[in-house]
């Protein structure tokens, strides 16, 4: 009997800890629908996202006058990039700037010099480009060379 009451009561304790940290701008229960990885190596070509990126085990065709440095998508990360910061990083890129680029190199003003797209992406669109872009990313744990002292 006790134990079931503990049970209840630690279980109510948790629904409350996690019901307190609902807010109205929480990610909780985003889900877009899901995309197509063809389509969406499409739209990136023909958004011309090649212009500015790389991406790991591509090859697409050379835009003339693009004026690198790229910004390189997928590739060796130590944490899995998630579909949130995926969509986030195209719809709003000034977020958080891609990591391991010096911020003048990628940024002006703390702006990404990503281009805005919001106006003409539509909602396949992105979720094509995010399928299409999430397996290029290789996530690899990094080893630590431990140093046991004696
Ligand atoms: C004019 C150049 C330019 C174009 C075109 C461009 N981007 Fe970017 N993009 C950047 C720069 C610079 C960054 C790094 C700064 C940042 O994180 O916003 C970036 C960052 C990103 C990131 C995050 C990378 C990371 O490691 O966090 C993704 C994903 C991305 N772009 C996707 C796209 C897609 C998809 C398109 C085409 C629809 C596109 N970009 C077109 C310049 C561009």
């Not at 990360?77 to 010096?102: C, Q």
């Not at 290789?138 to 431990?146: E, L």
């Amino acid at each position: 009997m006790l134990r079931e009451m503990l049970g209840l009561l630690s279980i109510t304790f948790f629904l409350l800890a996690t019901g307190c940290t609902r807010t109205a701008s929480s990610p909780a229960g985003f889900r877009l629908p899901d995309g197509d990885a063809a389509n969406g190596r499409m739209a990136f070509l023909y958004m011309q996202c090649h212009q500015c990126h790389t991406v790991a085990g591509e090859e697409f065709p050379e835009i003339p006058h693009a004026d690198p440095p790229y910004v390189e998508l997928g590739g060796t990360v130590s944490k899995v990039k998630t579909y949130g910061e995926l969509v986030t990083a195209i719809i709003n890129p000034s977020h958080e700037l891609a990591a391991g680029y010096a911020a003048e190199i990628v940024s002006e003003n703390g702006e990404s010099n990503m281009y805005n797209y919001n106006g003409y992406m539509t909602v396949q669109e992105l979720t094509d480009l995010v399928v299409f872009l999430q397996p290029h990313y290789n996530v690899v744990t990094p080893k630590y060379d431990y140093r046991i002292y004696p």
